[in-house]
């Protein structure tokens, strides 16, 4: 029995809400495969910085602490 048999008859079970939430999961897989970088980057194990830089460049112009901008915290905790 191939992969996709044992899939209908496992899903042809199931009361139709969880047919519905099996089919929004496969759906999700799908979008998520579509979201992988075409040049074959793979996001597995790298930091959120190192993908955003992947897509928009270094993020290397802002302070490495905003506290050092004394307009930041202008008006916080003012009442």
């Not at 897509?55 to 050092?68: F, I, K, W, Y």
């Amino acid at each position: 029995m191939t992969i996709e048999q044992v899939w209908v008859e496992k899903l042809r079970s199931l009361p139709p809400d969880q047919q519905q939430e099996a089919l929004n999961f496969v759906e999700f897989l799908q979008a998520k495969q579509q979201r992988l970088p075409s040049n074959g980057t793979r996001w597995h194990g790298i930091s959120a910085l190192d993908a955003a830089r992947s897509v928009m460049g270094e993020v290397g112009d802002a302070p490495a602490d905003l506290s050092t901008n004394p307009e930041y915290m202008a008006g916080f905790g003012e009442s």
